[in-house]
């Protein structure tokens, strides 16, 4: 069986272009960072679903791992189960009894692929603090308002649960714990 694993950063990210014109049989999609191999749960799923003699289609390698070591770890996960694992981009496909040559032309694209992912962060800090420095860059909207922090101040102090309070006002409960820990 193909099965295609497909992975976007974000909700409003178009997932069709990464195995548009692809044959797979069933696909597994993911709408959070990569950052975290554990936190992607299309990607555990698809771990748990593959069997001896499917193929694992990816759009690139930087849509499987963000680092060189999470791509070597999945790769040989998937092939150590004698699935095979194919990158559409690089034109690249590992099996499990890879050539010298394949394994290296993986560390070389992953190094790669790991490498232009920092170079995006550097670029993208360098952008926010340039944007701070002429006062364009304003940061992240604040989720609640001024009345919001003060009525959820006063739940905290109250000793109302977290759960309930990050459920009412529908942010997360590490979101709660900054709002309530903040002085002003």
């Not at 548009?20 to 992607?40: H, I, L, Q, Y």
């Not at 790769?75 to 034109?91: D, H, I, N, R, W």
């Not at 040559?101 to 926010?128: C, D, K, P, T």
Request: net charge positive.
């Amino acid at each position: 069986m193909r099965v295609g694993y497909v992975r976007v950063s974000s909700e409003d990210q178009n997932v069709v272009r990464q195995l548009d014109g692809v044959s797979v049989e069933k696909v597994f999609t993911d709408k959070v960072s990569g950052k975290n191999a554990a936190e992607r749960p299309a990607l555990q799923q698809l771990l748990e679903f593959v069997r001896e003699g499917d193929t694992v289609v990816v759009h690139s390698m930087d849509r499987l791992a963000r680092n060189l070591d999470d791509l070597r770890k999945l790769v040989s996960e998937l092939t150590s189960k004698q699935v095979k694992v194919e990158f559409v981009k690089e034109s690249l496909m590992f099996t499990g009894d890879d050539s010298p040559m394949s394994m290296l032309l993986l560390n070389v694209m992953g190094s790669f692929a790991e490498f232009e992912r920092s170079l995006i962060r550097e670029r993208q800090a360098e952008g926010i603090s340039l944007a701070k420095k002429r006062g364009a860059y304003k940061g992240r909207r604040k989720k609640l308002t001024a009345e919001q922090v003060s009525d959820l101040r006063a739940r905290v102090a109250a000793g109302d649960p977290k759960t309930a309070i990050a459920r009412y006002f529908g942010i997360s409960r590490e979101t709660v714990y900054n709002y309530a820990n903040l002085k002003n």
